[in-house]
């Protein structure tokens, strides 16, 4: 398989996409959304605003400004996301009005309209998404979440009311789909939270958006414990998929299964699990995948692009695996290191699938600035 690399963004200012779970590309794969900020070498402040934009493919990856947010980070961005219920609409966080709240803009009129409270993910056929408290992970898990409001949980280990929410991004009907005592009730003695703030964050429902899987950490001496639960949307069948101590990166390969960068049995790595918890994980993929990455199944399932963290040069690799013979294809080391004392403002590549599956993108910082670039495969 062969490739190309070229970037779609330009300096003097950064740009970039998010996270690795979200379709930058909208669904002509003309227009591919991006954040446009003056720096990359410090977290976001409050005041600190990132300019939501789009590149246009076809006219010379032009870019163009849609809006401004106040609500972003340099691992996540502010969830972008085409609404696919609506031509021509995108969704991203805000702060607005003393909240963290999800904004719907239509790129043709510039019109806006507040669906409901921030968004952590979005179903495939956009009907519905999944909200977090971004003010506590923002304390919790800093450079996930968004600065300039406070927790109104904070002081609390299971605040009352907060937890994973479901937004109808149709009607914006908003309610709780499972609280941090919710999961409290369901503990073993030997899995209690102690006195320690919990908090979920990377919300990813399956692909037919029946189900959200989610991740529950709290600290456990010098480290996280973090487990991975999930739910039906209807609030029926929340089990603990994953007991941890240690859950990472992850993705659906189908309705039904996950795969994750856990450990089990004291084992790290890829396993695939049941989302109803029937049977046992199982590792895939270990001659091939040996370390933590943003897993990322192509829409048709056939492969899965993976990343890793920098190496002692500063290099991190981006591949794609094949799932039905664990053949991996190399696509290349890109510079890129983490600055110490300051993971949160790294550049991950993220690696995120075009609809047409002909395509990958990635954040990079190889060439200096941070950008976006494409990657075109050909068999």
Not at 328 to 334: H, K, N, S
Request: hydrophobic share 40%; charged share 20%; net charge negative.
């Amino acid at each position: 398989m062969t490739h190309s690399i070229h970037p779609i963004t330009q300096p003097p200012k950064h740009h970039f996409f998010g996270y690795y779970d979200m379709r930058p590309w909208d669904p002509s794969g003309r227009y591919h959304l991006v954040l446009e900020v003056d720096f990359a070498d410090r977290p976001p402040t409050p005041d600190d605003q990132a300019t939501v934009g789009m590149v246009d493919l076809a006219a010379g990856n032009a870019f163009r400004p849609l809006a401004a947010t106040r609500a972003w980070n340099f691992q996540q961005g502010a969830m972008l996301h085409w609404l696919t219920t609506e031509e021509g609409t995108i969704l991203f966080n805000d702060r607005r009005d003393g909240r963290f709240v999800c904004v719907a803009h239509e790129v043709a009129g510039g019109g806006q309209r507040i669906l409901g409270p921030a968004i952590g993910a979005l179903t495939d056929d956009g009907r519905f998404a999944a909200t977090l408290n971004f003010a506590r992970i923002a304390v919790t898990r800093p450079g996930y979440g968004y600065e300039g409001l406070a927790d109104p949980g904070r002081g609390r280990n299971l605040p009352d009311g907060d937890g994973v929410g479901l937004l109808a991004t149709g009607t914006g009907e908003h309610a709780m789909l499972v609280t941090f005592a919710d999961l409290a009730g369901m503990q073993e003695a030997d899995l209690s939270y102690g006195s320690q703030p919990v908090w979920f964050n990377h919300a990813l429902f399956n692909p037919s958006g029946t189900r959200v899987a989610f991740l529950c950490r709290w600290a456990a001496g010098k480290s996280w414990r973090t487990q991975m639960w999930a739910v039906d949307i209807d609030g029926h069948n929340l089990l603990r998929l994953l007991d941890g101590p240690m859950v990472s990166h992850y993705d659906w390969k189908d309705d039904a299964t996950l795969v994750a960068w856990a450990g089990v049995d004291g084992v790290n790595a890829v396993w695939e699990f049941d989302a109803m918890r029937r049977g046992r994980p199982r590792a895939v993929f270990p001659d091939v995948i040996g370390a933590d990455g943003h897993i990322c199944f192509r829409h048709d399932r056939r492969w899965l692009a993976t990343d890793t963290y920098p190496d002692a040069d500063g290099n991190r690799r981006l591949a794609i695996v094949e799932c039905a013979t664990a053949h991996r294809v190399e696509l290349g080391a890109y510079h890129s290191p983490m600055r110490p004392g300051m993971h949160e403002i790294r550049c991950d590549f993220h690696p995120s699938w075009s609809d047409d599956d002909r395509q990958l993108a990635i954040d990079g910082m190889h060439e200096g600035t941070r950008q976006r670039y494409v990657l075109t495969l050909a068999t």
